[in-house]
Structures are given as C-alpha cells and as structure tokens.
Antibody, heavy 121, light 106 residues
Framework: EVQLMESGGGLVKPGGSLRLSCAASGFTFSSYSMNWVRQAPGKGLEWVSCISSSGQYIYYADSMKGRFTISRDNAKNSMYLQMNSLRAEDTAVYYC??????????????WGQGTLVTVSS | SYDLTQPPSVSVSPGQIASITCSGDKLGNKYVCWYQQKPGQSPVLVIYQDNKRPSGIPERFSGSNSGNTATLTISGTQAMDEADYYCQAWDSDTAVFGGGTKLTVL
C-alpha cells in the first residue's frame, strides 16, 4: 500500500524556521516526483513546490521562492521542506503528494494526512 | 499568474447529475485534474488528464475539458459524494488550483 506520512509541523513564531518531512512507503520512491501542497484553515488548496524523481528539477510557487527549500533523500525514501522567514499567512496544513513517475508535472496521487504548521507569536 | 475559477457551491438531489465547472484562459490546452476532499480528510484524486479515472474511483465520476472550461460530472450522485471539489492544472511550471466547489447533496 502506498503511504505518505508527514511530520515536523508545530507552532513557530513569525520569522522562525521549520523543517517538514514526508516519509514514503509502498512504492519505488526514487521513480516519482513529489510535491508539497498546503491548505490554510477553512481555505482552498495551494501548491507549494515540486521536486523531480532525481531531484534535478525543482519548482516553487512564487510566494514561496527564496523562503522555502524542497529536497529529497531517495536512500531514505523521504522528502523535506525547509521553511524560513515564516509568516502568519504560512499557517496551514501541509500535505505531501506524489506526482507522476519521472519529472512530469501532472496529477497528485496519493496525498499524505498532512501536518499542521501554525505561525503565531 | 494563471487563475482557475470554480463556483463556490453546487447543489444536487440524490440520483441526479451534478456538474462542477472550472474556467481558465485556454484551459482546453492544458490537462485538468479534479480532487475530492471530505471534511477532515486529505484530498483524493478523482479525475486526471481531463477524463481519466484512477483505479477505485466509481464510474459515475467523469470529466471533460474544452475551450476555456473543464467540467466534472457526477452521474447518479450519492450522499457520499458530498464534499469539496478542486480542479487543478499546470501553467508555466506552476500548479494552480481552483478555489473549490462545495457540493451539497440535498
């Protein structure tokens, strides 16, 4: 069974940093692109970032560029999101979601259960 | 930036056809996906590449995409289909989601 498990969320002060992790199992992690998608409380979905299967290609939403860094460790079947200079508007549930094989930009399936990040003083 | 527009809400009676639209400039030239999200749960892919259903998704879910509008159609809508639905497409290496549509099955 394909599983994605996020961790690392929590309460952080404005301007602070947090590192999220996504542990994958049940599939050949190194063959698939991976994504982070977030959802503010009571709001819609917002794509954050994508990393290709090898890590060669990386994409960010404009509002995250320069503050967030996506990475992966295929040996550990894990993906990460380093978030710096956090703002109140970054408060959201952060989901990891698998993309298609390789470097394609396509659908997100499946999704993890999400980890809540709260930015507040 | 590229925008996708969905109606905030759609209502349907059980057993009837529900149609949820997603509009964007020249959207028909892009692949569209649809996600279902029930309260307190993670999104689930229900349609990808305009009209393909992932394994495990009921046949009553279908999709189309032409011109500036993509449509998710649920035939024989059931109470269990009540959820938020989001369309999604890629534009210039950026994934874009619609604002979401709350489907109410009355």
């Amino acid at each position: 069974e394909v599983q994605l498990m996020e961790s690392g969320g929590g309460l952080v002060k404005p301007g602070g940093s947090l590192r999220l992790s996504c542990a994958a199992s049940g599939f050949t992690f190194s063959s698939y692109s991976m994504n982070w998608v977030r959802q503010a409380p009571g709001k819609g979905l917002e794509w954050v970032s994508c990393i290709s299967s090898s890590g060669q290609y990386i994409y960010y939403a404009d509002s995250m560029k320069g503050r967030f860094t996506i990475s992966r460790d295929n040996a550990k079947n894990s993906m990460y999101l380093q978030m710096n200079s956090l703002r109140a508007e970054d408060t959201a549930v952060y989901y990891c979601a698998r993309g298609p094989e390789g470097s394609g930009l396509n659908y997100f399936d499946p999704w993890g259960q999400g980890t809540l990040v709260t930015v507040s003083s | 930036s590229y925008d996708l527009t969905q109606p905030p809400s759609v209502s349907v009676s059980p057993g009837q056809i529900a149609s949820i639209t997603c509009s964007g400039d020249k959207l028909g030239n892009k692949y569209v996906c649809w996600y279902q999200q029930k309260p307190g749960q993670s999104p689930v892919l229900v349609i990808y590449q305009d009209n393909k259903r992932p394994s495990g998704i009921p046949e009553r879910f279908s999709g189309s995409n032409s011109g500036n509008t993509a449509t998710l159609t649920i035939s024989g809508t059931q109470a269990m289909d009540e959820a938020d639905y989001y369309c999604q497409a890629w534009d210039s290496d950026t994934a874009v989601f619609g604002g979401g549509t709350k489907l109410t099955v009355l």
